[in-house]
């Protein structure tokens, strides 16, 4: 089955504590990005990658890093988390842009 | 920078048309899109409109542009229970970014019986 599938689904946390969501697709897509989703602001974009090595700031990305090693894993890092990276985030992928295929979401909350 | 602007709630009776609007900034863009996300879930593409077309019919969907006012439109026809859901509205110029899409902030549509 065509997915994309993020890790862990909620994820509690301390400030300053490093972490990692993972993101891995199976459909062989170039274009992988992630975005955060808070109220009342809809899905802001943090980091995209247009294929492996190549990667790219959003209009978000304070306080993130992404690695793109591989085609098919996305990975977001949170270096030292702070409450206001509390959030939903997404990861998503897509082959031409038309369609983008999202995961089921990161709730992340920092305390 | 371009914007994407949808109203927050909307709530409909159950078996009438839902109408769901968003206004864009960049005349230029290209696709428009409609993404529906349920409870605890990801976005998933319901439908996408050209710039050069006005109306796209799919089953219960109709989408209507108006490229002059900037202005696009989801109708969803005898609204279910299970059309319940955030509806986000979004938009891509490849010219101005061949990587992003700009979300609206979402229409939550809430049924009643």
């Known amino acids: 089955e065509a997915q994309v599938t993020q890790n862990p689904r909620y994820l509690i946390t301390v400030t300053g504590k490093k972490l990692t969501v993972t993101c891995s697709q199976n459909m062989n897509h170039e274009y992988m990005s992630w975005y955060r989703q808070d109220p009342g602001l809809g899905l802001r974009q943090i980091y995209y990658?247009?294929?492996?090595?190549?990667?790219d700031k959003g209009d978000v990305p304070e306080g993130y890093k992404v690695s793109r090693k591989e085609k098919r894993n996305f990975p977001l890092i949170l270096e030292s988390p702070s409450p206001n990276q509390t959030s939903l985030y997404f990861c998503?992928?897509?082959?031409?842009?038309?369609?983008?295929?999202f995961g089921s979401g990161t709730q992340l909350s920092v305390l | 920078g371009e914007d994407v602007e949808q109203s927050l709630f909307l709530s409909v009776r159950e078996g009438d048309s839902s109408v769901i609007n968003c206004t864009y900034t960049d005349s230029s863009s290209t696709y428009l899109y409609w993404y529906k996300q349920e409870p605890g879930a990801g976005l998933q593409l319901l439908t996408y409109i050209f710039s050069n077309m006005d109306m796209k019919q799919d089953q219960r969907l109709t989408v209507l542009l108006n490229k002059k006012d900037k202005h696009l439109s989801l109708r969803i026809a005898d609204t279910q229970t299970g059309d319940s859901a955030i509806y986000f509205c979004?938009?891509?110029?490849?010219?101005?970014?061949?990587?992003?899409?700009?979300f609206g902030s979402g229409t939550r549509l809430s049924i009643r019986p």
């Open positions: 998503a992928s897509s082959s031409g842009l038309e369609k983008l295929f």
């Open positions: 990658s247009m294929n492996v090595e190549v990667t």
């Open positions: 979004a938009e891509r110029n490849p010219q101005r970014s061949a990587s992003k899409i700009i």
